[in-house]
């Protein structure tokens, strides 16, 4: 099933791969994680995206603690098989931190800046940490 996708893929000598998701109806970049081989099986047998944990050394589905869930509309790979864009239909936010998006902060006038707000308390998401 998809070889030519895996024949493809250059996984890293991790057997990782970069992944970065975008909301598929208004292009917001979302966040970006690893996706291992069995992840991108999980993902396109089931529409729900999983990734591959490097601090935990496991797979996960997005969202199967926050409910904060992706549902993969399309799968695209680069030019040069090292990072895949998944385009996703987003529920809820994206970033465990409570925003929309993993990309919350900008460089302005030399300096970091926060430049959205927590939609959603970690803390209700999650429970404490």
């Known amino acids: 099933m998809n070889e030519a996708l895996f024949k493809a893929i250059k996984f890293g000598p991790d057997g990782l791969v970069a992944a970065i998701a975008q ?3 208004t292009g ?5 994680a690893f996706m291992n081989r069995e992840a991108i099986e999980k993902t396109l047998a089931t529409g729900e995206v999983h990734y591959f944990s490097r601090s935990r050394h496991a797979l996960w589905r997005k969202g199967e603690s926050s409910g904060q869930t992706q549902r993969l509309i399309e799968l695209r790979l680069d030019c040069d098989g090292d990072a895949l864009l998944l385009l996703v239909d ?3 936010v994206a970033c465990h931190t409570g ?5 919350f902060r900008a460089l302005k006038d030399g300096e970091l ?3 959205t707000n927590v939609l959603v308390d970690p803390e209700r998401l999650y429970g404490e940490r």
């Open 23 to 25: 909301a598929h109806d």
């Open 99 to 103: 925003r929309r998006s993993c990309f």
């Open 90 to 92: 987003q529920t809820g």
């Open 28 to 32: 917001e970049v979302l966040m970006a």
């Open 113 to 115: 800046k926060t430049i």
